[in-house]
């Protein structure tokens, strides 16, 4: 099983910047990146979670956004999925410690990278373009 300070060796492996926030729970930051993963070492799991944007205030329907989140679910985020958490979209994904391998580690916050990078644009032109409650 994957250990806290494997992981640690793990995140130094892949040249990371991070901090440890609290105990198991690291704040993970690539070089090109700049959107942080929260790396949550939480046995017998170890979730990833990557705050994609804060939700707008005062829109109308977001129906359309929601949509596409879940297609994007279902077509592009394999192994992982958008969520909603306290007024923010959030894409995460877990993965079992007990045969978690630093390839497969390295592979899952790369494609939570790739896809929270890929989906931007069509997401926040999703958001703007929904009109305000009123308007």
């Not at 939700?55 to 192994?79: C, I, K, M």
């Not at 045969?99 to 790369?110: K, R």
Request: no cysteine; hydrophobic share 40%.
């Amino acid at each position: 099983m994957l250990t806290r300070e494997d992981l640690e060796s793990y995140l130094i492996r892949m040249d990371l910047e991070y901090e440890e926030i609290a105990e198991g729970m690291f704040l993970v930051r690539s070089r090109e990146e700049k959107l942080p993963i929260v790396v949550n070492h939480s046995p017998p799991l170890l979730i990833l979670r990557l705050k994609v944007m804060d939700l707008p205030q005062g829109q109308g329907s977001l129906e359309e956004l929601y949509r596409t989140l879940l297609q994007l679910n279902a077509t592009d985020v394999v192994h992982g999925a958008y969520g909603l958490e306290e007024g923010e979209l959030v894409l995460g994904l877990s993965l079992q410690l007990e045969s978690l391998d630093y390839t497969e580690f390295q592979a899952s916050l790369e494609s939570l990278q790739m896809a929270a990078s890929s989906h931007m644009g069509t997401i926040k032109e999703l958001v703007s373009s929904t009109p305000a409650v009123g308007g």
